[in-house]
């Protein structure tokens, strides 16, 4: 499950295998990205999770897309690292900040051209 913010500011939530295969297909490198991205494309991958399954993965997107703005805002900006507990399922793998710049090729790209 990830967070991306697109260049108008808003927060888009999805659900994938491969986080940087899907930035990708949002910011129209590759064939597939959602529609609701074409207009307004991805600057940023702000926030990540792990999930056991992809029903649970599900359950939390659809939890984060209800947040008001202000929460999801929250949830973006103080990441919890819960990676001790990783192993135990059930258990939400938040990832650094330092990790999703590497999964990010949307934000590697903007900063090298400046």
């Known amino acids: 499950m990830y967070v991306v ?4 500011g808003k927060l888009y939530t999805g659900v994938t295998i491969d986080v940087k295969r899907r930035l990708e297909q949002h910011a129209g490198w ?3 990205g959602a529609k609701a991205l ?13 999930a056991v399954d ?3 993965a599900t359950r939390r997107e659809i939890a984060i897309k209800k947040m008001p703005r202000a929460k999801k805002l929250e949830l973006v900006e103080t990441r919890v690292d819960v990676l001790s507990n990783a192993t135990k399922p059930g258990n939400v793998i938040s ?5 999703l710049k590497n999964m990010d090729p949307v934000r590697v790209v903007r900063d090298d051209e400046r």
Request: charged share 40%; proline share 7%.
């Open 54 to 56: 992809r029903s649970q």
């Open 38 to 50: 074409r207009g307004d494309p991805p600057v940023r991958l702000r926030y990540a999770e792990t």
């Open 95 to 99: 990832l650094s900040f330092e990790e």
């Open 5 to 8: 913010e697109t260049k108008s």
């Open 30 to 32: 590759k064939a597939g």
